[in-house]
């Protein structure tokens, strides 16, 4: 089946600094992929929406130039947030569409493991 | 009103019992309805997906939708104590982004 890997699926890092988060299509070739924010006890939250070969489209009150985008592969999208502050701290998870066969409407989506960020 | 309500629980039930778990919904222009399962600290992972009204049974769990009353349920028959996650709703109409209900907490105890 369809698999997502996300990396790192843990990180620490001190307030000011960058880090990358990198979702990875194994076994099939993803023109979208999603990023997601998830607060404890909460749901998913979309940040993103990530296209191959073009600029991401954010949702509402999500910072674009904190957080960076990349997908420049049709099996690789990134995450960056840049300089991190505490109340970065959160789960952030991707996810790849997998569209079922007519059907066409539905994003039936595959996450990857998400990566817990704490900023110091 | 929100557009997903989903009651966060917890729900704790023995082992073996038939859980119960919904979401309501306001939006009737949602088509796609699906479960997720979601352990500590791991990525959603789909359950289950059903296209417009109806029944679908795949094992032990049962996705029902009710468009008329706006509300979706998923059962599960016979719980185990690895059934204990975070059972996430999830809906859409065609082309448009998913929207989460807050996902309800079960623990199966043995």
């Known amino acids: 089946g369809a698999v997502v890997s996300q990396h790192p699926s843990w990180v620490i890092c001190k307030s000011g600094t960058s880090v990358k988060i990198e979702c990875r299509s194994l076994d099939f070739q993803a023109t979208t992929m999603f990023w997601y924010r998830q607060f404890p006890k909460q749901s998913l939250m979309l940040m993103a929406t990530?296209?191959?070969?073009?600029?991401?489209?954010?949702e509402q009150g999500v910072e674009k130039d904190k957080f960076l985008i990349n997908h420049a592969s049709l099996t690789l999208s990134t995450l960056t947030v840049t300089s991190a502050h505490p109340e970065d701290s959160s789960f952030y998870i991707c996810?790849?569409?997998?569209?079922?066969?007519?059907?066409?409407?539905?994003?039936?989506?595959?996450f990857g493991a998400g990566s817990r960020l704490t900023v110091l | 009103q929100k557009e997903v309500e989903q009651d966060p629980g917890p729900l704790s039930v023995p082992e073996g019992a038939i859980v119960s778990l919904n979401c309501t919904y306001s939006n009737s222009a949602f088509q796609y309805f699906m479960w997720y399962r979601q352990y500590s600290r791991k990525g959603p992972e789909l359950l289950m997906y059903t296209y417009s009204s109806g029944n679908k049974e795949d094992g032990r769990f049962t996705a029902q939708v009710d468009k008329s009353s706006k509300y979706i349920s998923l059962f599960i028959r016979d719980s185990q104590p690895s059934d204990s996650a975070t059972y996430l709703c999830a809906m859409n109409q065609a082309g448009t982004a998913l929207i989460f209900g807050k996902g309800t907490t079960l623990s199966v105890s043995s």
């Open positions: 996810s790849a569409n997998i569209r079922r066969t007519g059907q066409s409407g539905a994003n039936v989506l595959t």
């Open positions: 990530s296209n191959e070969g073009s600029k991401a489209t954010y």
